[in-house]
RNA sequence: GCGCGGAUGGCGGAAUUGGUAGACGCGAGGGACUUAAAAUCCCUUGUCCAAAAGACGUGCGGGUUCGAUUCCCGCUCUGCGCACCA
């Protein structure tokens, strides 16, 4: 018998599928239904993938394979995300230039990949790095242009020391960059942003009616973070101005006793008088100053001070005094706030501590003896006493609404996205700038903007990237007027450029669209997305290009996504999470060349845990799914080589219920997502037939073949070499990895006795093996008189028998 | 602080969503084969008790129910996300 040897059928097959182009789809072709998954695209950073995003990319390979071998038109496409920020650093880690960089890492991911056997259609390897790529970025990025969804604003923005750029909202972790780790700064600076909040309710309603881990919406849902609430206007004392502030409660209208404004207010300094102003300028210089982290680790204690000036209250028309403190967030809302100390902790704490009034408006509940920020009853209130505070919320608006001094307003956490980066490696943003026409898009026939070659590519530092040093690059004329001018320097951020990637995924050699609509309206939208990471920046940014996509009538869906899995991590033997900085790694390829070969590995990476749960890493489990692959290689050999062989009636319905049994099972546990538990069904049907071998001998006879063969089809998604080899071993020509997946018929799942588990007072006393179509009194009569039930009982009479019919009769006494 | 998860043997994890807790795998122990080892095959393996019978067992404390890992109330620990968002 031929022994199981990963390395004598692995590399072979992997050739033969190329060869073949096996896993290579004819986007045309529509015979067929299509089915489109992939995992999220690869940053290109380091030396390759360890073995926790294997395990990413393989769900997205299970689920692709089994829907081909379903008989659908399955791609599972393949592609880099090479531009941007992570690539360039780790340029500049290993010294090399980015490009030369990002090629020789990607030399050992593709051998990676390869060799773990994922079905990808390499044919149409994607790289958001090549030209034929970025050039419909720019163009999208012109589009939005065109349509205002793309503008230039100078205000204070996140900006990393280290990496020398500035940073989206959604790149800042808890005050520190995404990519180093280093505390931010604000910096004002004139940059560019894609007006993401125009779609932001938009989005927001979408989210609930995806297909999407629960958690991944919650944090989409949070991090555009609408509330709705009012603009309330504040006239200031002996002054034209208006303040206007955003609040969720007007209905404690009566109770806001002081104004606070950002530090970063445009009023500030105007409001501040001779005995003042120094003060002032002092705090909101700190304060500019202060990195985040700082103003956070100020054990949150409040600071602020008071500029001088005082508003009016519009109910109560009191003289309250205006204060400035970097409590107040000069991005959100309206940049200032109306202070109700009585019902708002933070501003119960600044009033405190700096000695400010406070009026209750609202009368607390019996038990509450802190500040009070429920719902209740007004007082205090004018002629709004006695309402409750959703009334009062409504009434109170109205009535600043007749005064023209307020109106209902929605507000979100989320801000436009800035996608500028002072960086050289990414696409270039396609505008010129003319002294005359301002900032022109660069014409959709002068796309590409190619990024200049430099010598050295990394930071000046300053407000600009070094393409601003490439004159002859950055001089060049206005589209409109043809008078010298100067292209813009920044380029785009690498989350602009893996927006849209699984749009040309459908439509990769297009050179006259970045995807054809038609194409898009066939294979949109992606039916399976899974990944471990980027659940706010990356999801956010793509669902809003393909919002603005759907209304120029571009795809046919707004959601890019139909059904996205957030899987968890593989956690690293040491129990940190595992990652190249904490040097904790382990390479796939270490494990496949140590003798167990992919699929050994492919099989424990999805038996490990649920694809949700984090799983610690045990190299000692390879062995263990090696050994199963060898159990189903011995099983499948016993066949191949016995003989013809006759089975009684019992044993072949033994044989056939095992195999349609996990047909069944698997074929629902890959569609539910539940690999582990599909991995442990065909052990245990590979522990039955061992069983029923014993008793029934194995060899050629109908039932082994169909036991067999569907076995080897159900196992292919999981482990695709074995399956492979195995599969023309029993006599077939063709792949096993297309349009060949055994059904299952009911009719073989049903048995004719039925276990019946014997409780009394709901205690397992014993099981009982009755024929499927007795009696309730028969089960009854049987359960009664059993043995173990007799004894128990003793002389006592049941007061009650509960019967659930073919499951379980429990007896109380 | 707020939001969302999780907690089951020595370990990773199952359990038809209220009906035999611990499937499957790892580890451990025993046996077969072998001169021997590896590989392979078979058996045992939640705890207590010498064993049987039995009792106890799904983070903790209550509750609902004939019956709770599953539902409800109150906690503890832990992972993740957001973090002065008015």
């Known amino acids: 018998m031929k022994r199981y040897n990963p390395s004598d059928i692995e590399q072979k097959w992997q050739d033969k599928w190329e060869q073949d182009g096996t896993y290579e789809v004819d986007l045309t072709d529509s015979t067929k239904p299509k089915y489109v998954g992939f995992s999220m695209l690869p940053g290109i950073t380091g030396a390759g993938i360890h073995i926790g995003h294997g395990r990413t990319f393989q769900f997205s390979d299970?689920?692709?394979?089994?829907?081909?071998?379903?008989?659908?038109?399955?791609?599972?496409?393949?592609?880099?995300?090479?531009?941007?920020?992570?690539?360039?650093?780790?340029?500049?880690?290993?010294?090399?230039?980015?490009?030369?960089?990002?090629?020789?890492?990607?030399?050992?991911?593709?051998?990676?990949?390869?060799?773990?056997?994922?079905?990808?259609?390499?044919?149409?390897?994607?790289?958001?790095?090549?030209?034929?790529?970025?050039?419909?970025?720019?163009?999208?990025?012109?589009?939005?242009?065109?349509?205002?969804?793309?503008?230039?604003?100078?205000?204070?923005?996140?900006?990393?020391?280290?990496?020398?750029?500035?940073?989206?909202?959604?790149?800042?972790?808890?005050?520190?960059?995404?990519?180093?780790?280093?505390?931010?700064?604000?910096?004002?600076?004139?940059?560019?942003?894609?007006?993401?909040?125009?779609?932001?309710?938009?989005?927001?309603?979408?989210?609930?009616?995806?297909?999407?881990?629960?958690?991944?919406?919650?944090?989409?849902?949070?991090?555009?973070?609408?509330?709705?609430?009012?603009?309330?206007?504040?006239?200031?004392?002996?002054?034209?101005?208006?303040?206007?502030?955003?609040?969720?409660?007007?209905?404690?209208?009566?109770?806001?006793?002081?104004?606070?404004?950002?530090?970063?207010?445009?009023?500030?300094?105007?409001?501040?008088?001779?005995?003042?102003?120094?003060?002032?300028?002092?705090?909101?210089?700190?304060?500019?100053?202060?990195?985040?982290?700082?103003?956070?680790?100020?054990?949150?204690?409040?600071?602020?001070?008071?500029?001088?000036?005082h508003a009016i209250n519009p109910t109560t028309g009191e003289k309250i005094p205006i204060w400035v403190a970097d409590y107040v967030l000069a991005g959100y809302g309206t940049g200032a706030i109306m202070a109700v100390p009585a019902h708002d902790e933070r501003d119960g704490a600044f009033a405190e501590k700096f000695k400010l009034p406070i009026v209750e408006v609202i009368e607390k509940p019996n038990h509450e003896t802190a500040r009070y920020d429920g719902e209740g009853i007004l007082i205090n209130s004018g002629a709004f006493d006695g309402m409750p505070t959703s009334e009062a919320r409504e009434e109170i608006v109205a009535w600043l609404e007749q005064q023209s001094s307020g109106r209902t307003k929605t507000t979100y956490k989320m801000r436009d996205w800035l996608i500028s980066r002072q960086r050289y490696w990414g696409a270039p943003i396609p505008i010129i700038h003319c002294d005359e026409h301002g900032a022109v898009a660069v014409p959709d026939d002068q796309l590409p903007v190619i990024l200049p070659e430099v010598e050295d590519f990394k930071p000046k530092g300053g407000a600009t990237s070094v393409l601003a040093s490439v004159e002859d690059w950055v001089n060049t004329t206005c589209p409109t007027c043809g008078k010298p001018a100067k292209r813009e320097t920044d380029t785009l951020d690498g989350y602009a450029c893996s927006s849209w990637y699984f749009l040309r995924y459908i439509d990769p050699f297009n050179d006259t669209e970045a995807w054809s609509p038609d194409v898009a309206k066939h294979w949109q939208p992606v039916d399976f997305y899974n990944g471990a990471d980027h659940a706010v920046a990356h999801l956010l940014y793509s669902r809003f290009w393909m919002r603005f996509f759907y209304k120029q009538g571009w795809v046919p869906d707004p959601e890019p996504f139909k059904r996205m899995m957030y899987n968890a991590y593989i956690m690293a033997p040491d129990g940190r999470k595992m990652s190249k900085s904490l040097g904790n790694v382990i390479d796939p390829m270490e494990i496949m060349d140590s003798g167990y070969g992919a699929d050994s590995l492919r099989v424990y990476e999805m038996f490990i845990a649920p694809y949700d749960?984090?799983?610690?890493?045990?190299?000692?489990?390879?062995?263990?799914?090696?050994?199963?692959?060898?159990?189903?290689?011995?099983?499948?050999?016993?066949?191949?080589?016995?003989?013809?062989?006759?089975?009684?009636?019992?044993?072949?319905?033994?044989?056939?219920?095992?195999?349609?049994?996990?047909?069944?099972?698997?074929?629902?546990?890959?569609?539910?997502?539940?690999?582990?538990?599909?991995?442990?069904?065909?052990?245990?049907?590979?522990?039955?037939?061992?069983?029923?071998?014993?008793?029934?001998?194995?060899?050629?006879?109908?039932?082994?073949?169909?036991?067999?063969?569907?076995?080897?089809?159900?196992l292919a998604p999981f482990a695709p070499h074995i399956t492979e080899e195995l599969w023309h071993e029993v006599g077939h020509e063709q792949t096993i990895h297309v349009d060949a997946w055994p059904a299952w018929d009911e009719k073989y799942l049903v048995s004719d006795t039925m276990t019946i588990v014997v409780q009394v007072n709901g205690k397992l006393r014993a099981t009982l093996r009755m024929p499927k179509d007795a009696t309730k009194e028969e089960v009854e009569t049987a359960v009664l008189a059993h043995a173990n039930v007799t004894l128990v009982m003793g002389d006592k009479k049941p007061t009650k028998v509960i019967y659930v019919p073919g499951r379980l009769v429990n007896i109380v006494i």
Not at 267 to 293: F, G, H
Not at 613 to 622: E, F, I, K, N
Not at 697 to 710: D, L, N, R
């Open 62 to 309: 299970i689920k692709v394979r089994a829907k081909r071998q379903q008989g659908f038109n399955a791609y599972h496409p393949i592609g880099w995300d090479s531009f941007g920020l992570p690539v360039e650093n780790y340029a500049i880690k290993i010294g090399k230039k980015p490009r030369e960089a990002h090629d020789e890492a990607l030399i050992n991911f593709k051998k990676q990949l390869k060799r773990l056997g994922y079905s990808y259609d390499w044919s149409k390897e994607t790289s958001t790095a090549d030209p034929s790529y970025y050039r419909w970025t720019q163009w999208i990025f012109s589009q939005l242009y065109k349509h205002n969804l793309a503008y230039q604003k100078e205000s204070p923005q996140w900006w990393c020391e280290t990496d020398q750029t500035v940073l989206a909202n959604e790149q800042v972790e808890a005050g520190k960059c995404w990519r180093c780790g280093n505390p931010v700064t604000k910096k004002n600076l004139k940059q560019w942003f894609f007006k993401i909040t125009e779609y932001a309710d938009e989005m927001l309603e979408a989210t609930d009616d995806l297909d999407w881990t629960d958690m991944v919406k919650t944090m989409q849902k949070n991090w555009i973070g609408k509330s709705q609430g009012a603009e309330i206007d504040f006239t200031v004392e002996n002054r034209d101005e208006r303040i206007t502030v955003f609040s969720t409660r007007p209905d404690t209208l009566f109770g806001a006793t002081f104004l606070v404004l950002a530090p970063e207010h445009p009023l500030v300094m105007s409001l501040t008088n001779d005995e003042t102003k120094e003060t002032v300028e002092a705090y909101v210089e700190q304060a500019a100053r202060q990195s985040e982290i700082e103003r956070m680790n100020d054990t949150r204690e409040k600071t602020g001070v008071f500029t001088g000036s």
């Open 613 to 714: 749960m984090d799983a610690p890493w045990d190299t000692r489990g390879v062995p263990g799914t090696y050994r199963f692959l060898n159990r189903v290689w011995t099983l499948a050999q016993e066949y191949i080589e016995g003989n013809e062989i006759e089975i009684d009636q019992k044993g072949v319905s033994e044989i056939l219920a095992v195999a349609h049994k996990t047909n069944k099972k698997v074929t629902e546990d890959i569609e539910h997502d539940k690999f582990n538990t599909a991995v442990s069904s065909m052990m245990e049907a590979v522990n039955s037939y061992y069983k029923l071998k014993e008793t029934y001998g194995i060899g050629k006879s109908e039932a082994w073949t169909v036991a067999i063969e569907s076995l080897l089809q159900i």
